[in-house]
């Protein structure tokens, strides 16, 4: 396993905007718009790959997923707070109807709102509720930059409703998971950060809030034994949070991940839940994002792996090379077992070239299958990795299975 040291070194040398366009991962068209990249279908490939993973490991966390509308009244931003203290990042409202409705800045009215349409006992919580979301930030022109900073954002996003006492477990087990995703992802976190509020007025003004939540995030951290610094003026307008701070190629540093406790919308959206003595009790909201917005996590991707994905997540995780027209028949024949596996495969025929040159034009892809004539006669397959390694022949059901099982395991390291 390349050392982290190494990593930074790659890391440096790969910058996702050009590299991201050169392997057709992704573009822009002035048409569409500034900050507002489409995703091409091996970068979408990556995309969705990278959000199954986040909504599995959510649901065995016990997540329930929701779905709800980019767009809302003003009048939600208002009651969240959002609008007296974010509006200038937020897009100008629409009128529709005889009333205003703006582009969400972000999906916590709406979960809070989903949260407050049922009742609910203590017994239920933890409730966690998780969406893979779209909000949009009017960034200005001068700060848009690939998929770090875009307009229109799909965020991996979470808000826990849960009692008072269950809120340090809770984040502890958000911040475990933020781990167990960069361990998967292969990227690592520059440094873990205590976002705290700094001077000025754009924050809520309830100071015994902030002491109370501030003081949990510092449990988590201090219990968690990652090594954190604090940050004034980089919380959140509602309350503190645990940010985990990654870098790109040029060392600009970014958020990808966040943990926040909030004490504050619950009670402007009059949240609560029925207690063991039957009253009702106020809940706790916790915010909560494993790789932040999919596009600056696929950033990061693009720029540490340099586009050499692990298998799990690469667009292409087979090239199958027939040496010769003779043997197409069963270069499609390996492609359909690979479909019928959720492998994702592509034949590189004779009509792009010798061999050697469809060998070189898929060095990125993880596992190649060289099919000739006696491995056409035998039912084996010829397989190359990409790191050099010529494991020896194997029948394609047995070579297919262990590409396979390697993709499951969401391993990093080519192994066969």
């Known amino acids: 396993m390349r050392s982290p040291a190494r990593r930074r070194e790659e890391t440096a040398m790969h910058d996702h905007r050009k590299l991201g366009r ?11 718009g500034a900050g ?6 091996d970068g979408a490939a990556v995309r969705h790959t990278l959000e199954e993973y986040i909504r599995t490991a959510e649901r065995r966390a016990g997540y329930r997923h929701v779905y709800s509308p980019v767009l809302g009244k003003r009048e939600l931003y208002e009651i969240s707070g959002h609008w007296s203290h974010y509006s200038d990042d937020m897009f100008p409202p629409m009128d529709l109807g005889g009333e205003q409705v703006v582009l969400r ?31 949009y930030r009017s960034e200005l022109s001068g700060v848009l930059g690939g998929l770090t900073r875009v307009r229109s954002i799909q965020l991996n996003d979470a808000h826990i409703f849960c009692t008072p006492d269950q809120v340090a477990e809770e984040a502890r087990a958000a911040l475990e998971m933020i781990g167990a995703a960069y361990r998967a992802l292969g990227i690592s976190a520059a440094r873990y950060r205590l976002s705290l509020p700094g001077p000025g007025g754009k924050y809520v003004d309830d100071p015994g809030m ?11 951290l ?27 190629g040029a060392g600009r540093e970014s958020t990808l991940s966040t943990v926040q406790i909030d004490f504050h919308q619950p009670g402007r959206f009059d949240l609560h839940y029925i207690g063991a ?4 009790h106020r809940p706790v909201m916790i915010h909560r994002s494993i790789v932040g917005s999919v596009e600056r996590a696929v950033a990061q991707l693009i720029e540490v792996h340099g586009g050499a994905f692990p298998a799990w997540l690469a667009p292409t995780q087979l090239a199958i090379i027939p040496i010769s027209d003779a043997e197409l028949p069963d270069a499609e024949a390996l492609a359909r077992q690979c479909a019928g596996l959720g492998l994702r495969a592509e034949i590189a025929g004779p009509e792009r070239g010798t061999l050697s040159a469809r060998v070189r034009e898929a060095r990125l ?37 262990r590409i396979a099982a390697l993709v499951e395991a969401h391993a990093l390291e080519l192994r066969l």
């Open 277 to 280: 003595d039957g009253a009702k």
């Open 36 to 41: 507002l990249p489409y995703w091409l279908p």
């Open 222 to 248: 201090d219990s968690s034994g990652v090594p954190y610094e604090a940050a004034e003026g980089e919380a959140a307008f509602y309350g503190p949070k645990i940010d985990v701070q990654v870098t790109d």
């Open 365 to 401: 892809v993880p596992c190649q299958a060289v099919i000739g004539a006696r491995e056409a006669a035998e039912g084996q397959v010829a397989l190359r990795l990409r790191d050099g390694t010529r494991p020896a022949s194997r029948p394609a059901g047995e070579a297919l299975a």
């Open 105 to 135: 800045p972000s999906l916590c009215p709406h979960h809070a709102v989903i949260y407050r349409s049922r009742s609910h006992s203590y017994r239920e919580l933890p409730f966690r509720m998780a969406e893979l979301g779209g909000m």
């Open 22 to 32: 050169e392997l057709g991962l992704f573009d822009t068209d002035p048409l569409i």
């Open 210 to 220: 902030w002491r109370k939540s501030t003081a949990l995030l510092t449990e988590v």
